[in-house]
């Protein structure tokens, strides 16, 4: 790519932050072949807010549309939600999510992105997990951003079947099939929750 003048720049930042908001500074820094201190002058002449607050905007949006369980049990941030189509969330690879002595993340941390967002993107009060088929590509280490998306393949009857890509970047490193089902006459009552007194 090459470089732009200045006003083109900013064009193209501005298109490509409002198609997909999440790019960090560096990554941005890298695709315009720029310093991230221009990176961060243009986003402040734009009135772009930082990735950390574009993704919270995005976030808040997406809180109110989830139906099968509450937004805290939804891992990463859903920052895309089309019920019963597609659903995208981030999740930022910390020290809690990692190994101590290798700094790859535990796996469980990558399958319960991908599982809930599953669940997330099903139109239904209640949804359960019945099967998936699940593949590790690569490692995911401390630092990485995964970025989780979630598309409804097909749906008969109560079942359906969501296909879950996580990708770094743009290299994928784990992919799952899940079938979920929604359970239409559930009652939260006769599955033994109690009310808070």
């Known amino acids: 790519m090459a470089r732009l003048s200045k006003k083109s720049r900013q064009e193209a930042l501005h298109m490509l932050l409002a198609e ?3 790019y960090t500074d560096e990554e941005l820094a890298e695709h315009f072949r720029v310093s991230i201190q221009t990176i961060r002058l243009d986003r402040l002449e734009l009135g772009i807010p930082e990735v950390r607050e574009r993704i919270k905007n ?7 549309e989830v139906k099968s369980l ?8 859903l920052v895309d939600l089309q019920l019963d189509h597609s659903a995208i969330s981030l999740l930022d690879i910390t020290e809690e999510h990692i190994f101590s002595r290798t700094h790859v993340a535990r796996g469980h941390h990558i399958f319960a992105q991908a599982n809930s967002l599953a669940v997330a993107v099903i139109d239904a009060a209640v949804v359960l997990t019945a099967a998936a088929r699940i593949r590790y590509v690569r490692p995911v280490r401390l630092g990485e951003r995964l970025v989780a998306k979630a598309v409804v393949r097909e749906t008969q009857g109560e079942q359906s079947k969501v296909r879950v890509e996580t990708r770094v ?5 784990f992919s799952g099939t899940f079938r ?15 009310e808070d007194i």
Request: aromatic content about 8%; cysteine-free.
């Open 20 to 22: 997909s908001p999440f």
């Open 169 to 173: 970047q743009d290299e994928l490193v």
């Open 180 to 194: 979920v089902y929604r359970m239409p006459d559930f009652d939260a009552h006769a599955s033994g929750k109690q």
């Open 58 to 64: 995005v976030a808040q949006q997406n809180h109110g």
């Open 70 to 77: 509450p937004i805290e049990e939804v891992v990463g941030e």
